[in-house]
């Protein structure tokens, strides 16, 4: 069985909403205070790394997850940097020292340093 980090931005999601798949565990659910269309997670060093991406409000932002009550827990941003507005963010991947990030219709890479 395979398990499952389950990662929402909207209210009105249980575990009970997914437990009829038999193909994943879902362990447990990691809430955001403020919405973000996450396009890339990569854990690094016991925390995420995440892309969110939409025109003006794209980041890059580290999330520590903390627990909750139950198997519901929250992901908290405690590091981010906003990306030019003209950019949409999207995928990202860490080589060496140097986290890359997608772009949508721009195709560009950007890059940051750790």
């Given amino acids: 069985m395979k398990a499952a980090l389950f990662f929402y931005?909207?209210?009105?999601?249980?575990?009970?909403?997914?437990?009829?798949n038999p193909d994943y565990e879902l362990l447990r659910i990691y809430k955001r205070e403020k919405p973000v269309f996450t396009q890339g997670l990569y854990w690094h060093e016991g925390r995420l790394l995440e892309s969110g991406g939409m025109y003006g409000i794209s980041s890059l932002s580290w999330l520590e997850l903390e627990e909750g009550?139950?198997?519901?827990?929250?992901?908290?941003?405690?590091?981010?940097?906003?990306?030019?507005?003209?950019?949409?963010?999207?995928?990202i991947t860490l080589l060496e020292d140097t986290v890359?990030?997608?772009?949508?219709?721009?195709?560009?890479?950007?890059t940051f340093d750790l």
């Fill in 100 to 110: 890359y990030m997608l772009t949508w219709q721009e195709k560009k890479i950007l």
């Fill in 9 to 20: 931005l909207s209210k009105g999601i249980s575990l009970s909403d997914h437990e009829s």
């Fill in 69 to 91: 009550e139950g198997n519901q827990g929250h992901a908290k941003p405690i590091q981010s940097t906003l990306i030019e507005p003209k950019y949409f963010a999207e995928g």
